[in-house]
């Protein structure tokens, strides 16, 4: 799937994937923060791969070293144990900011350091970017627009979040991050971009991370019942992984200062989703011969408070001035990642 990465033979770094060559001008010294989480290891993958140099600053509250310890001993690749609540001194060209938990079971663990990561976390990397002169991109999120009034979410639409609700720690962080980045944007001309990203999923999603996708897929595989919350006719559109990490470069090395929202357009409720998931995981199972003792049923739980029901994003935006849209389809998505758990589960980590 990995664009073209060239053909150099590294003799002495054969137990790496071959990167990219870059010449010096071209190769760029990239700090990813939050860069051993799910979104960020995929993100460090792919920037390695095209040649770049790359310093992971995470404090390994929901991320784990072992999603990117294939890059550790790489001259290219450095790794950080650092909280983004205190200022970090480095010099590079670029920073993704993506360092902030997004599941809500773990952002509301603790909400108080939730909202100093948002805050606290993107004044010190936004500080950074201002000395360094180093272009800026934040991780933002379709949660910013709440629950939504207006289907699907443009970038213009302003939001409906509740601001003393549990999810508020996150979605009121994330909105005062964007205000900080267009802030710093505005007084100190930093080169800030901004990407709104929609539910996405992938392998190396934390098992336990209590996200839509994984949970399903998670207790399907594992033969037990699938807690849809609520009635499950609330709507979520789920991108996979690779399309977002598409988005986020292409965002990177464009032009475009205006949030862009990168997410799969196609909907779904989540009565039907779970439905979905079942018949992946069956289908996969039945090619690996696995026998089922009985079909996992679809149990009904408490719908979590503020909990949005609807939501799909708008991307003309980034249709128009990324040229990009999504590639991977739903169930292209669901089956590789039901793949990647069931090897875990073979190799007794999940
Ligand atoms: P994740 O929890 O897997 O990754 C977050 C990473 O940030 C982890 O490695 C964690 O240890 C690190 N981190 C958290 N607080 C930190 C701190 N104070 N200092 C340093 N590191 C810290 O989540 P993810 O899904 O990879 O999300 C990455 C980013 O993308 C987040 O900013 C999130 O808000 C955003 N996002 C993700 C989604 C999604 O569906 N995955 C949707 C919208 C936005
Ligand atoms: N959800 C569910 N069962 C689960 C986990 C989540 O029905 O085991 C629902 C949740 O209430 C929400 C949707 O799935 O309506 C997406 O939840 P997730 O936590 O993945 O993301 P977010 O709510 O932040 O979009």
């Known amino acids: 799937y990995y664009p073209e990465t060239g053909s150099i033979s590294?003799?002495?770094?054969?137990?790496?994937?071959?990167?990219?060559l870059l010449p010096p001008a071209d190769r760029k010294r990239i700090l990813v923060t939050g860069g051993a989480g799910?979104?960020?290891s995929h993100l460090v993958?792919?920037?390695?791969?095209?040649?770049?140099?790359?310093?992971?600053?995470?404090?390994?509250?929901?991320?784990?070293?072992?999603?990117?310890?294939?890059?550790?001993?790489h001259p290219n690749f450095e790794m950080v144990r650092h909280d983004v609540v205190e200022p970090f001194m480095i010099e590079c060209d670029q920073i993704y900011h993506l360092a902030c938990p997004a599941s809500p079971p773990h952002y509301q663990f603790n909400a108080v350091k939730t909202m100093k990561t948002s805050f606290m976390g993107t004044l010190n990397m936004l500080g950074l970017a201002k000395r360094t002169k180093a272009r800026f991109l934040i991780s933002s999120t379709?949660?910013?627009?709440?629950?939504?009034?207006?289907?699907?979410?443009?970038?213009?639409?302003?939001?409906?979040?509740?601001?003393?609700?549990?999810?508020?720690?996150?979605?009121?962080?994330k909105r005062v991050?964007?205000?900080?980045?267009?802030?710093?944007?505005?007084?100190?001309?930093?080169?800030?971009?901004?990407?709104?990203?929609?539910?996405?999923?992938?392998?190396?999603?934390?098992?336990?991370?209590?996200?839509?996708?994984?949970?399903?897929?998670?207790?399907?595989?594992?033969?037990?019942?699938?807690?849809?919350?609520?009635?499950?006719?609330q709507t979520r559109s789920f991108q996979y992984i690779h399309d977002l990490i598409d988005g986020m470069i292409a965002l990177m090395n464009s032009g475009e200062t205006r949030p862009v929202n990168?997410?799969?357009?196609?909907?779904?409720?989540?009565?039907?989703?779970a439905e979905l998931v079942r018949d992946i995981v069956e289908k996969v199972q039945d090619e690996y011969g696995i026998k089922r003792t009985?079909?996992?049923?679809?149990?009904?739980?408490?719908?979590?408070?503020?909990?949005?029901?609807?939501?799909?994003?708008?991307?003309t935006r980034a249709?128009?001035?990324?040229?990009?849209?999504?590639?991977?389809?739903?169930?292209?998505?669901?089956?590789?990642?039901?793949?990647?758990y069931k090897a875990r589960m073979d190799e007794g980590s999940l």
């Open 319 to 340: 249709k128009q001035t990324l040229d990009w849209e999504p590639r991977w389809n739903v169930r292209m998505g669901l089956e590789e990642m039901v793949r990647y």
């Open 262 to 273: 990168v997410g799969n357009p196609d909907e779904f409720t989540i009565g039907e989703f």
């Open 142 to 173: 379709s949660e910013i627009y709440g629950d939504p009034e207006v289907h699907p979410q443009p970038e213009d639409y302003w939001g409906n979040v509740n601001p003393i609700g549990p999810r508020a720690c996150y979605d009121e962080g």
């Open 10 to 20: 590294y003799t002495t770094l054969s137990r790496f994937p071959p990167v990219k």
């Open 294 to 315: 009985r079909r996992v049923e679809i149990v009904y739980r408490p719908i979590p408070t503020d909990d949005p029901k609807q939501r799909r994003p708008d991307t």
């Open 45 to 73: 993958d792919r920037l390695m791969l095209l040649g770049h140099e790359v310093t992971v600053l995470d404090n390994f509250f929901t991320g784990s070293k072992t999603t990117v310890s294939h890059w550790v001993g």
């Open 38 to 40: 799910f979104v960020g």
């Open 177 to 233: 991050a964007e205000t900080l980045t267009y802030g710093f944007h505005r007084q100190d001309g930093v080169d800030v971009r901004v990407v709104r990203i929609f539910n996405t999923y992938g392998p190396r999603m934390n098992p336990a991370d209590g996200r839509v996708v994984s949970n399903f897929i998670v207790q399907a595989l594992k033969g037990e019942d699938m807690t849809v919350y609520g009635d499950g006719t």
